[in-house]
């Protein structure tokens, strides 16, 4: 016995179903078996010589079995055959719309939806009451306003403060050229109306906050991450586990992406996956770490095939499952998520019942602060010391590959990880400086070296950086 997976354009055949159990102790038995059963799916399937059909692929398991003889091929009790048809898209079947509730324009605009029978009409006019808000219109919501947009989405608010910037460039698709400068809202909702004048966009011009993160969710039946920060993310899947709102979660870092729909009833919340966040710093930013400009692409575009699944009701929801994605080795992998009984915000013992400060809690400063204390040191004061030629070692912990990007000349590249072992290149009793692209590694740098019992250590605030913006603005900023 194996089980036969039926994709979508052959269910026509089996009476829609997407899986029949079928006996045979071949892979050319079990398809005879089935054939049989089916006789429409037989001219599918086969040709006239009893061959199966070059744009159908079989597999059994997960192999790619099209070579192999499928009467020498052993079917096991639980194996699983799939029967894979090539699909071009589109298609050129469209039959008047008996209803006709969404307009002539919108039938039109929506034809490759209504034709298929699991979206159609009903399907359509459910995308159209739907309302959704994008947190976020940064590298996940740039594919996801789009595409919702064209979808036909009828309300997508976007909670966003940012404004353009050329490094977004690279990855932020809804924002062109001329937009850098302006605010990611009216860039973002000009290029979705552009594509879509039949959507409504809400524009939140404001940061996400305990405050006013009920008030600006209650409104919409789905929230979608697009953040790119920790207390953000803890405060919008506690703000959705309260409002009993999906939460289609999306994460991005350098070649690999991670997706999952939280706060579904009966499923896991994403504190149920991460109770508590990292250190700070443990986990750099997509600005401090990189990301390939197409990653958010694909995991945006999981995040809105998502969403229109769980507003038309149908497939799968990535609900319990982790989706892991790397784009180096072109794999995706799944991950089973269970809900944790004690988890604080979901759990059966709940100790959060309303919004926290998330910043305390991820141990991450609200603003950053503006102060240069007496472990740092401005970058102007660097500049005059240097320019002074006082006696002072300043030292690049960046990696090479940025030290290429853009250094100062006086400066000593030791990266970060090679600096426990490397402390003696260095005088205890020496004036050292420290610094590397904004201030965060640096920081941790002067820590070891404090720790060695180096006395003499500071950290240049804000890195070079700050270095471009106020001593030299040849230097590239990336
Ligand atoms: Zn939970």
Redesign the pocket.
């Known amino acids: 016995m194996a089980k036969v997976l039926i994709p979508t354009p052959l269910r026509q055949f089996t009476g829609r179903q997407d899986a029949v159990i079928m006996a045979g102790a071949t892979v050319g038995e079990v398809l005879n078996a089935l054939t049989a059963q089916y006789p429409d799916l037989r001219k599918q399937i086969f040709n006239d010589e009893g061959r199966v059909r070059s744009f159908v692929n079989v597999y059994l398991n997960d192999e790619d079995i099209r070579y192999l003889s499928k009467d020498a091929t052993a079917a096991q009790d639980g194996d699983t055959i799939s029967l894979v048809p090539s699909i071009a898209g589109g298609s050129a079947l469209a039959g008047p719309p008996e209803e006709m509730a969404l307009s002539k324009h919108e039938i039109l605009r929506y034809s490759r939806h209504l034709i298929i029978p699991e979206v159609g009409i009903d399907g359509q006019q459910k995308l159209k009451s739907a309302k959704v808000l994008l947190v976020g219109a940064g590298g996940l919501g740039a594919p996801l306003g789009l595409y919702l947009a064209a979808a036909g989405i009828g309300r997508i608010g976007i909670v966003d403060f940012d404004v353009v910037d050329f490094t977004n460039l690279q990855r932020q698709v809804i924002h062109s050229t001329p937009d850098v400068g302006r605010k990611k809202l009216d860039s973002a909702a000009e290029k979705m109306h552009a594509i879509n004048p039949h959507v409504d966009i809400a524009k939140h011009e404001t940061a996400l906050t305990s405050e006013n993160a009920l008030d600006i969710l209650k409104d919409y039946d789905i929230v979608v991450d697009g953040t790119d920060n920790f207390p953000t993310r803890y405060l919008v899947n506690d703000a959705c586990?309260l409002l009993a709102k999906p939460n289609v979660y999306g994460s991005i870092f350098r070649f690999e992406g991670q997706a999952t729909v939280f706060a579904c009833q009966g499923g896991?919340?994403y504190?149920?996956l991460y109770p508590e966040p990292p250190p700070p710093g443990l986990v750099p930013s997509c600005a401090e770490g990189g990301v390939l400009g197409i990653l958010p692409g694909t995991i945006g575009l999981i995040q809105a095939t998502e969403t229109v699944k769980l507003i038309l009701g149908i497939g799968e929801p990535l609900v319990g499952r982790l989706l892991l994605y790397d784009a180096l080795g072109m794999r995706f992998r799944e991950l089973k998520l269970r809900?944790?009984p004690e988890?604080p915000?979901?759990?059966e013992h709940r100790t959060i019942t309303r919004l926290i400060d998330y910043h305390q809690f991820c141990g991450v400063p609200k603003t950053p602060e503006t102060k240069v204390t007496e472990s740092e040191i401005d970058v102007t004061e660097v500049k005059a010391r240097l320019d002074r030629g006082d006696h002072f070692v300043l030292i690049d912990v960046r990696e090479p590959h940025e030290y290429k990007i853009c250094h100062i000349p006086a400066a000593r590249l030791i990266p970060l990880g090679e600096v426990p072992k490397r402390l003696n290149e260095l005088d205890p009793n020496g004036d050292i400086v420290i610094h590397c692209k904004s201030g965060g590694r640096s920081a941790k740098a002067c820590g070891i070296l404090r720790q060695a019992g180096f006395e003499h250590v500071r950290n240049m605030k804000g890195g070079i950086l700050a270095w471009a913006d106020k001593v030299d603005p040849s230097v590239p900023k990336y």
């Open positions: 586990v896991p919340c504190r149920c809900k944790n988890c915000v979901c759990g």
